[in-house]
Antibody, heavy 123, light 107 residues
Framework: QLQLQESGPGLVKPSETLSLTCSVSGVSISSNNKYWGWIRQPPGKGLEWLGSIYYSGRTNYNPSLKSRVTISVDTSKNQFSLNLRSVTAADTAVYYC???????????????WGQGTLVTVSS | DIQMTQSPSTLSASVGDRVTITCRASQSISSWLAWYQQKPGKAPNLLIYRASSLESGVPSRFSGSGSGTEFTLTISGLQPDDFATYYCQQYSTYPWTFGQGTKVELK
């Protein structure tokens, strides 16, 4: 059974880099046609897609993050990671990792999700 | 970016009611739409993809319809476990975007 688990610091200082890892179990992260992604949810607010990575390493990012985000894959550890640079209080959110499902001619719905991890940006 | 607008933002209903949530896209997204259920403190859970395809294991009282710019999620016979917040998401065009959510609460 595919499971995902986020890990990383729960508190990050303003202007620093937020780094999270998603550990994947139940399937090889480098299997063909596998996409993986990050989504966040500020407290009491809605969902925002941050970016995604294909098993080959190809990435897509949300332009709203203004080039602050990088997603990478570590196939040796069956993990993928999120780095968000120059954070502010507005980046305080629950961060989720997820598998991105795909089918012929379409890719982009999320299932399953990790349980999420709250990251607070504060000095 | 494609804007996704859900209505209503909050819906008060009773057990057994038929409930309909609408999601409108700012431009056509064909059928590239998913619906999720989220309960407090939990991650969202996939209900519907490709506008009307029911995810395996999801009760058949959930159904989705629509194409282009207007979509609906219907719960036929609301159950106590269904009180939650529901989100639509388009995956037609990057950046993928979500609706603001519809909270279904007990009347």
């Amino acid at each position: 059974q595919l499971q995902l688990q986020e890990s990383g610091p729960g508190l990050v200082k303003p202007s620093e880099t937020l780094s999270l890892t998603c550990s994947v179990s139940g399937v090889s992260i480098s299997s063909n046609n596998k996409y993986w992604g990050w989504i966040r949810q500020p407290p009491g607010k809605g969902l925002e897609w941050l970016g995604s990575i294909y098993y080959s390493g190809r990435t897509n990012y949300n332009p709203s993050l203004k080039s602050r985000v990088t997603i990478s894959v570590d196939t040796s550890k069956n993990q993928f990671s999120l780095n968000l640079r120059s954070v502010t209080a507005a980046d305080t959110a629950v961060y989720y990792c997820a598998r991105i499902r795909s089918a012929p001619y379409a890719v982009g719905w999320f299932d399953p999700w990790g349980q999420g991890t709250l990251v607070t940006v504060s000095s | 970016d494609i804007q996704m607008t859900q209505s209503p933002s909050t819906l008060s209903a009773s057990v057994g009611d038929r409930v309909t949530i609408t999601c409108r896209a700012s431009q056509s997204i064909s059928s590239w739409l998913a619906w999720y259920q989220q309960k407090p403190g939990k991650a969202p859970n996939l209900l519907i993809y490709r506008a009307s395809s029911l995810e395996s294991g999801v009760p058949s009282r959930f159904s989705g319809s629509g194409s282009g710019t207007e979509f609906t999620l219907t719960i036929s016979g609301l159950q106590p476990d269904d009180f939650a917040t529901y989100y639509c998401q388009q995956y037609s065009t990057y950046p993928w975007t979500f609706g603001q959510g519809t909270k279904v609460e007990l009347k």
